[in-house]
Each structure stands twice: as C-alpha cells, then as structure tokens.
C-alpha cells in the first residue's frame, strides 16, 4: 500500500504509466486464473515471436547506436539470411520438402554460421557502398540511401525468386511437450535459445573485448575515440558485419519456425523490430530485447483475447504511451554524445 | 490450364481444315457466293503466362463459329481476335486499343471478351458510345455490372449515358460468400466457424458475404481481422478461434497478400484437419503451398459453372475435344466462350432477318445489341441465360472445389490446380466437389 502511494505522488507521468502497468498485469493474471494453459499458450506464442523481432532489433539498434543511421535495409538483411540458406540447403540436398531428421543437425549448424558470415560480408558491403561516402554528409542523404538499399535487396530477392511464399525446409524436429498445463515445442525452445544464446554473445563481445570497447568508445563520441587511436571504420564494420549476422541468424531462424519466407517480408519485420528498438531504448541492446520481446508477447496477447484488427493499434499506442513518457525508450538511449 | 505450343498448332491446324471444307458447303445453301463478311470481335490475354487462360477461351468462340459452319444467312461469319497481354499478363490499356481497332472495323458487329474484369473496366466506356456488344465469358467483378456501394466505379458511369452493351454468362463474386456459407453451414455441417479477413477491398467483402448468409443460415462465428502487411504469425489468432469453440476458419483474402498462410500454421495447433474456406482468391498453386502440412481440407469456391460436371454439356465436350485436339485446348472458359458466341450469333440472326443491312454497321450494332439484351431463356451449354437489365446471367452458379490428394497421372494432365513448391504438396489439387445455383 505504501509502495502504491508512493507511486501516485509522483508526477502525472509516472502515475499515468504505473496505472496502466498495473491494469496489464491485473488482465494478466485475470487470464492466468481464468485458463492458465491458454495464457501460457498465448505466451510461448509472444515470447517466439519476440525473440525474433529482438534479433532484428539489436542490428538496428547497434548501428544507430554507433552512427546514429536508421537502417531501413536492416530488414530486407534480416530476410536475406533466409534465402541464403535455402541454395545454401539445396548444396547439402536438403531440399523444401524435406523433413527433420538427426542427420541434419551438424548441416544445420554449418548453415547458420555460413548464412551469419555471408549475410555480414553483404552488410559490410552495403556500408562501405551506400553509409561510409555520407558519414560526412547531411543526416538525410544515408537516410534516403538506406531506404534505397532496402528496396534494391527487396527487388534483388524478387528477381532471384520471384513473388511467392517460399517453401522452407522443415529441419526442426515437430515434437512436443504436452502436459495439463503446458504445450511446448521443440521449434518454440530452438527460437529462444537461439535468440538468448546470441544476446548473451554479443553483450560478452561488447563488454569484454577489446573491439567491443572499441565499438562503445565510438558509439560514446567519435572524434575522442580516434584519438585514442580506434579505428573507425574498423569499428564501424563490425558493428554492421555483427548486426547483419545476427539479422541473418534472426532470418533462418524465422524461416525454419514457419517453414515459408518471401521477398517483403523484411519490410513488415523490420518495421515491427525497429519500434521494438526504440521501445526498448535505442543504441542499447538489452532495451532492444526487451522492446522485441514486450512486442510480441502484446502482439499474441491482443490477437488471442482482445482482436487482431486492434494489434497494431495497440502496439502503436503503447509506444506513443512510453515514449511520451520516456522518450528515450524504457531502458533508456545510448547514443553518440555530441 | 498449361499451354503446349505443339497441341495449339495442331489445333489451328485442325481448324483450318474443318474450316474450309465447311466454308464449301455453306449452310444457307444460297450457291451465289458470300453476301459479305460478318465478324465477331473477341479479345483476350493470348501470349505469354496468359496464354493458357486467354487461347482455350477464343478456342470456344471459334468452335462456335465452326459450329454455326461459318456462315449465317449466306454472309460469311469469322473471328477476328487481338491479343490484351503485354508482357504475359492482362493489360487494360492495351484492351482499349484492341476495341477502338474493333470497332473501326466495319465488319465486327458484336464481341467476346474480355478476359479479366479490370480490362472490362477499361473497355466498356469505349464500347458503350459505339453500341457494340460485350459478352464476357469470365468477368466476375460485381461492379462492373451492379450498383454496389462497396464499388468504387459504377456501371452507368462506365456506360456513358449509352445504353447497356456489355453482358456476361458467369456468375458475380458477390455470390462466391453466400455459397460457401451454404457449403460450410449445410454439407460440411459446421456450426461455429472463425471468419478472418484481410483488411482488403475484396476480403472484407467476401467475408462479410460470407458471414451474412452464415448467419441467416444459423451458424455462430467469431470475425477476426488481420494486416497482412505487418503479420507474420496467426497462431494465436486461431487460439482464439480454438477458445470460441471453431471448428472451421473462413478466410476473404487473396494468397498474393497472405489468406493461406494461416492454414500453414495450424498443424502445430493440431487444428490442421479444420476445413479452410475461402473465395477463387485461395483456388490456387500458392495456397496449396502456403498449406504446407494441412493442404487437405482446404476449399475455394469460383463464379462460373465447371463444364465438365453439367451432364447436357458433355456431348459438346466431346465434340470439342474432337476438333480442337491440343491437351490444352480446353479450359475452364471455353465453354462460356461457346455460349457467349452462340448467344451472339443468335442476335445476328435475328437482326439478318428482321431485314438489317450489315453494311450499315452502327445500325446493324444496335440492332444485335438489343436482341442480345433481350436473351430470354437461352438454352446454352452451361444452363439457361437469361439477360436481366444490369446484363448478368440468370444461371448465377457458383462452383465450390477441395484439395484433395490426386494420384500422378491426373496431376501430370495439368487440367487441375495443383501444388508447386517440390514436396509433397505437388500431388494436392482443387477438386470439383459442388455446385450452387442462385438463379434458380
């Protein structure tokens, strides 16, 4: 009781978000009594869905984070990872109608490091071609090439494959674990242990290594940073080399989840990770895991007991909700200082 | 549905063939030689991807023609056809200039054509002033002849003051809805179903057609609606429709945007044995595909009678099949075509022997167009075609086909619409399982 007078005194801000925080959780737990098997459900549906969103979301989030760049190719990168694999598949024989089977899991692993590493080369490409010329010039020329880079990877992926639903190779085992309570797959762990085995990754890389250091020396102030005799460009191509392969990782993971990947998709998902980005604080990435994941469990929310028609309705409010509030996103920005 | 360059020249061949040695005999019997020439304009998409949906469909007009032996009332009675693709797909502009070539030219008394609604919208306006006849054999877009509210062009303003020239012997989508609902509610017997849009034009449409009759019928639905521009995952829209108590979904959409990638989701909610329904916009290779594991039970329902299902059509089939003997010489328009043709030749007739004078062709043009909108119980391959004032059919059936699962040999005939992506999605096809007729 103390606590929640406490949070009333505050000002409006504060009062406004505590409440409606507190009513969330109130429908939650309404739910949870009311059927805890279809909230938990619903739940493992959001949490899937928002650890891939939170891959996307940390390359968007890294990037603007160093260079302050809105990477609308972001994306279409995340798409590519897909369609990498599926030729990549087709060299080991695995064709779209293929199904799990043991045997597929070192192939499996080979293609996720391969679709990483190429997927990373073509971003670094696309900085060096489109970003680096402009790193100098006014904010909107990267912007407009960025939108430019998103619809040539678009049109380049339709060209390559055309306007349909690509069939995806069903490589991941269909089993489930099914009891009164809880009905979980084993695609459903692959997604989050994926998503949190590369989020631990990458938060080591940031804070132990030296590029890491690096990378948040310049993302803190450029011109100190290469004073200290940090190379920047260096620096700045790992940052897109490591969001494009996680994007990458993020696209193979999506594909084998659903078995289907089309040329568009990467508008749809890059627009969702993206404000899952600033959601989460952007420049800082466990705010873009948290934004990706908050996303998509109210995304799974909404669909199942409220309607889809309201999904985005309600997402978008929520974050003109926060960032009114907080505009700096829930964790908070990091960002170059200037 | 396919083309094969082979069957079509062999076909043309045949023709050709029964052609000129009908074009001796003559059927007016006269001996003094043709009094002149009479065409009928057709155009359809002929070249390209869009061969296979426009060739089989000028094939029936050509039969028709045959069957009249060529002529009527000694006058000489030919095709003329133009091609409206560009590029292998539909073009209303290229339409345009196909009609505005047709009418130049002073034999074209009446048409078949066209293929596609969308050059039917383009057409019409350019027709109408010159008062020759339309027939289409496949255009199903409501608004081309109902004042819908939900259209976003209207015929009158299509027809310019003119009156109606433009007529069609299919069914409109605006029934594809009701059917199905009749369908689900009536033979498949479900009670409850979940109705799922994509916030589209044509998807809401369909669907609120849908759930209407649905519910007249007694049915209870949960409605549902999603952006297929920014979803990519339905799982836990259909777990509401689980919660509802569902045991169906109805889905208005089109598989360009994402109506059948729900389907493919199903199966790891273990509902992927529920029928989905939904319009023509899912009778399609790429449903089938999108259906990944639960491609059975998937069902579609298009405007138009299936020929090959109407026990009166199947000796003209045959005799069809006979002279136009290519593999892909017959489709699912041809018959409509047929009927179109007949119907027109018919008014031609009448027009012949009420004394009208071909030579004076916009008279003439008038004199058919009245006749053709005055068909009354015509008696043609696909049932009776009556004329109302819009210049829709009576016979407004709607036909409702299932995936099923097809062995090698009916899928190789390439007449079915079938799985495409390698797998085993590649032997599911749509099967004719049902008609309704709501003229009747």
Known sequence: MQRLRATF??????ALFSTLGLLAVGWVVILAIQSPRSLIATMVIGITDGAIYALIALGYTMVYGIIELINFAHGDVFTLGGFIALPLFAAFGIGPGAHYSLVFIPILLLVFVLVMLINGLVNITIERVAYRPLRGAPRLAPLITAIGMAFILEGTMYLWRGPV??????????????????????????????????VVMLSLFINRTKLGKAMRATAQDRDAAQLMGIDINRTISATFFIGAALAGAGGLVYALYFNSIRFDLGFSAGLVAFTAAVLGGIGNIEGAALGGLLIGIIRALVDRYISASWSDVIIFAILIIVLVFRPTGLLGMRVPEK | MRTARLGRVAAIAAFAIVAVACGGGGSGGSGSGSKGTISIGVDLPESGAAASSGLPTL?????????????????????????????????????????????????????VGPFNSAVGKAEIPIAAPAHLTMISP????????????????????????????????????????????????????????????????????????????????????????????????????????????????????????SACKPRGQMNALGIGSWPYLGGDGIETSQCIDDAADSANGVSATTAGADAGQISSAASVITDYKKAFTGANDYGAYTMSAFDAANIEIQAIKQALDAGKDPKKVNDFREAVRVNVSKTSGYAG??????FDANGDTSAKIISVYAVKKEDAAAVAKGDLTCGKAGGSNASFCFVWVKQFNFGA
């Open chain 2, 138 to 257: 496949s255009n199903t877009n409501p608004c081309l002849t109902k004042d819908l509210s939900s259209c976003d062009y209207h015929p009158a303003d299509l027809r310019k003051g003119n009156p109606n020239n433009y007529f069609r012997v299919v069914a409109t989508d605006d029934l594809q809805g009701p059917a199905m609902a009749d369908y689900a509610f009536t033979t498949l017997g479900i009670k409850k179903i979940g109705i799922l849009d994509e916030k589209t034009v044509f998807g809401v449409g369909i669907a609120n057609a849908f759930q209407a009759q649905y519910q007249k019928d007694g049915g209870t639905f949960k409605r549902d609606s999603f952006d297929p521009k920014t979803t990519t995952d339905w799982r836990a829209i259909l777990n509401g429709f689980k919660d509802f108590g569902a045991t169906a979904i109805y889905v208005g959409g089109t598989d360009d945007q």
């Open chain 2, 381 to 386: 391959v696909l049932g009776t075609t009556t």
């Open chain 2, 59 to 111: 094939d029936g007009v050509k039969f028709a023609v045959q069957k009249a032996g060529g002529s009527i009332d000694g006058w000489t009675l030919t095709v003329e056809n133009r091609d409206d693709a560009v590029g292998g797909s539909y073009n209303a502009d290229k339409g345009v200039q196909n009609v505005t070539d047709l009418i130049n030219n002073n034999n074209v008394v009446a048409m």
């Open chain 1, 9 to 14: 005194a505050g000002d409006l801000g504060t």
């Open chain 1, 165 to 198: 639903n690509l069939r995806f190779p069903d490589l991941i085992s269909e089993a489930r674990y099914t009891n009164s309570l809880i009905d979980i797959g084993v695609k459903d762990v692959m997604v989050v242990v994926v998503a949190i085995f590369l």
